[in-house]
């Protein structure tokens, strides 16, 4: 992979999570000062998976017209910009630029595993698990810097100021990058031939992303609300799920980035899914020991499996044309089912007054994700 590629990739990573999770932690932080109850909240958590889900029905159109270089050129635009002009004005204008930040990110979430297997092909996982490590490692700073910011009492609007240069540098950088879609070597583009985008093993993949999407953004938006109603507070909340999602990245990365036989990826992808069961079980526990193995034990199974369905993507097919419409419509519906997952762990939480029941719903999920996660992982070869 080129080094300006690389540059870009990691600068675009930096600023798609950090720049929508950073809004989480100020929600968390605000919660009292907003008078909203915990489905309120999970309407706004839940609007970022279900604008990325739904970025899927421009997509076509962007496929039609662009390369997978040109698409990722235009997302990164759309989330610099958004990320400047939601710092111009007040609630409306955050709300609204907020909106079409988002647009950007769900263009970037479909279109960079199959840029990635356009520049670097022969080494894809490596660079899809630097994408995920990045991504987590400037979501956990961004919702530590929002808490640390408002409780010394200045506004929202230095939370968000320092993530408009990795948005910006980013952009621009993008501009100096040649476009290499006719550089694919002979072997790489001869497609998979048992392997297509409406084959039947695609609708099981769909339901692996969306399971594990569900499971994944619906604990981790709400995990520090969780330990909050466990006893921790605010702040302590804020960096323990920082920290762990983050250290979660770089174990998965260190363990699934090297380019593992489909066999071993199914053997990592079954220990993890095993831990995070036991984790999720752990939680129900009122000692708090017990509680804190629980939140480790599903923070890192979680990071292994969602980086185990983003690496499954680009190992769908040689072709790079196929892997952005496979992405498309595999992370198009996941995320709008973990956006209504989310939904649905909020209601279940305020209906019944605590998180037990939205643990068991979630463990449901789990399940589900493991039975159509060995499936998917046996599809391909």
């Not at 997509?59 to 390369?67: A, E, G, T, V």
């Not at 919702?143 to 952009?171: C, E, R, Y």
């Not at 174990?251 to 220990?271: E, M, N």
């Not at 199974?301 to 680009?314: A, E, H, R, V």
Request: charged letters at 10%; glycine letters at 6%; aromatic letters at 12%.
């Amino acid at each position: 992979m080129r080094r300006l590629e690389t540059y870009c990739l990691n600068l675009l990573s930096l600023s798609m999570r950090s720049n929508v999770t950073l809004f989480f932690g100020i929600i968390f932080s605000l919660i009292e000062s907003l008078n909203s109850n915990i489905f309120q909240i999970s309407i706004l958590v839940a609007l970022a998976p279900i604008i990325w889900g739904m970025t899927s029905l421009v997509m076509p159109f962007l496929i039609s017209k662009l390369s997978a270089h040109q698409i990722i050129q235009v997302a990164a635009w759309i989330l610099a910009l958004s990320a400047v002009l939601r710092l111009t004005g007040g609630i409306f204008t955050l709300l609204f630029f907020t909106l079409t930040l988002n647009i950007g990110i769900g263009i970037l979430n479909i279109s960079i595993p199959a840029w990635v297997k356009q520049i670097a092909p022969t080494s894809t996982d490596v660079f899809n698990s630097r994408h995920y490590k990045i991504m987590l490692l400037g979501s956990g700073c961004s919702i530590i810097m929002a808490v640390l910011l408002l409780d010394v009492g200045h506004g929202w609007q230095w939370a968000f100021a320092p993530w408009l240069v990795p948005s910006l540098l980013g952009a621009s950088l993008m501009v100096f990058v040649p476009d290499r879609s006719t550089v694919q070597s002979k072997e790489l583009t001869k497609p998979k031939a048992h392997h297509s985008e409406n084959s039947a093993g695609l609708s099981i993949f769909i339901l692996f992303f969306g399971t594990q999407g569900i499971t994944s953004h619906s604990f981790g938006a709400f995990a520090p609300s969780i330990m909050v109603d466990n006893g921790f507070n605010t702040l302590t909340s804020a960096i323990a799920c920082a920290v762990l999602a983050t250290t979660g990245a770089f174990i998965a990365s260190k363990f699934v980035s090297h380019q593992l036989s489909q066999t071993a990826l199914k053997v990592f992808f079954r220990i993890s899914s095993l831990l995070l069961l036991v984790g999720l079980l752990l939680l129900l526990f009122d000692q708090r020991q017990l509680f804190s193995i629980g939140l480790l034990l599903v923070f890192w199974s979680q990071c292994n499996i969602f980086l185990i369905s983003l690496i499954s993507i680009s190992r769908w097919s040689n072709d790079v044309k196929m892997v952005l419409r496979v992405s498309l419509r595999v992370q198009g519906w996941g995320y709008l089912m973990a956006g209504i997952g989310c939904l649905c762990v909020g209601l279940i939480r305020q209906s019944q007054g605590s998180w037990e029941a939205s643990i068991y719903f979630i463990i449901c999920f789990s399940a589900m994700q493991f039975l159509v996660g060995r499936k998917t992982l046996s599809t391909i070869q």
